[in-house]
Nanobody, 124 residues
Framework: QVQLVESGGGLVQAGASLRLSCAASGRTFSGYTMAWFRQAPGKERDLVAA????????YYSDSVKGRFTISRDNAKNTVYLQMNSLKAEDTAAYYC?????????????????WGQGTQVTVSS
């Protein structure tokens, strides 16, 4: 049974940093793309960042490029999202996702497994 468990969300002030973690279990993720999506109330679920589980390559949306960093620790089966210089518009529920197709797909249905989400709230 595949599980993706996010942690690290919270309430912070604008300009602060947070690090989200996604602990993955239940299968080998070699060849998968691991991604962070976010969804604000009334809006679509948007891709924030993605990384290949094995090999190189990362993707960032324009809205977070230069502020967020995605990384992975294969030994711990964990993916991270380091979020710096947070803005009020970063407020959303953040979801970890895993996609077996291996590309940097920007639409949610292309991913096979999802975590339950962790809330990030940035006060201005």
């Amino acid at each position: 049974q595949v599980q993706l468990v996010e942690s690290g969300g919270g309430l912070v002030q604008a300009g602060a940093s947070l690090r989200l973690s996604c602990a993955a279990s239940g299968r080998t993720f070699s060849g998968y793309t691991m991604a962070w999506f976010r969804q604000a109330p009334g809006k679509e679920r948007d891709l924030v960042a993605a990384i290949r589980w094995s090999g190189g390559g990362t993707y960032y949306s324009d809205s977070v490029k230069g502020r967020f960093t995605i990384s992975r620790d294969n030994a711990k089966n964990t993916v991270y999202l380091q979020m710096n210089s947070l803005k009020a518009e970063d407020t959303a529920a953040y979801y970890c996702a895993a996609g077996r197709l291996g590309g940097f797909w920007t639409i949610a249905p292309m991913y096979d497994y999802w975590g339950q989400g962790t809330q990030v709230t940035v006060s201005s």
